[in-house]
């Protein structure tokens, strides 16, 4: 039986000065991380193909890892879908997306991210591990004004699991049976390798 665990729910975004400020002092802290080189990029993950409870899927192109260790693990869900991008402007995204590294390894609380290709429906999700609740959703709500500037704003959602680690979500996605969140979009359903 799987124990109920409450869940947040998405808040509006940050005020725009407090989420910029949040943003630049993350960027500070990201060039500390990569001199000290506590950022890498693991390969195991690359391809395994993610389907969610609304039907869509996603396959793992890049994964970005901390050696923060989470005392209390939570994981993040965040999907958007970009503006005008379609056909092979996804393909330059995702070459360009490396970039975005800065805007988001500095947060306080980061441990994982996996990127994912666009759904079904053009939307791209990160699939991330964090340490604290309350932090993934401060990094949510700022990142809702960065992701603005390139994306639909109506397509911008997040969702919060406080204690569940992404590994025990990607091996047994049972494991979120019972909770209630909005919408299925962020509902694991299967991870499976390509192939």
């Not at 109920?4 to 990201?30: H, K, N």
């Not at 053009?122 to 960065?146: K, P, Q, T």
Request: charged share 25%; net charge positive; with cysteine.
């Amino acid at each position: 039986m799987t124990a109920r665990i409450d869940i947040p729910a998405e808040r509006p975004p940050l005020p725009r000065g407090q989420a910029f400020r949040a943003v630049g002092q993350c960027v500070v802290r990201t060039a500390g991380l990569l001199a000290q080189r506590r950022i890498r990029q693991p390969r195991s993950m690359l391809g395994v193909r993610l389907r969610f409870a609304d039907g869509t899927c996603g396959t793992v192109y890049r994964e970005t890892v901390s050696d923060l260790v989470p005392a209390e693990p939570c994981t993040l869900v965040v999907s958007f879908r970009l503006k005008l991008v379609r056909g092979r402007g996804h393909s330059v995204f995702r070459i360009e997306s490396e970039l975005n590294t800065p805007l988001f390894v500095g947060f306080r609380g980061f441990v994982s991210k996996l990127w994912l290709t666009h759904d079904e429906v053009g939307r791209y999700r990160g699939f991330y591990e964090w340490d604290g609740a309350a932090s993934a959703d401060s990094y949510a709500r700022a990142l809702w004004h960065v992701l603005a500037l390139v994306s639909d704003r109506e397509s911008i959602h997040y969702q919060v699991l406080p204690t569940l680690r992404r590994d025990e979500i990607l091996a047994d996605p049972a494991v979120l049976r019972g909770i209630s969140g909005t919408g299925e979009w962020w509902r694991l359903v299967r991870a499976a390798p390509i192939g």
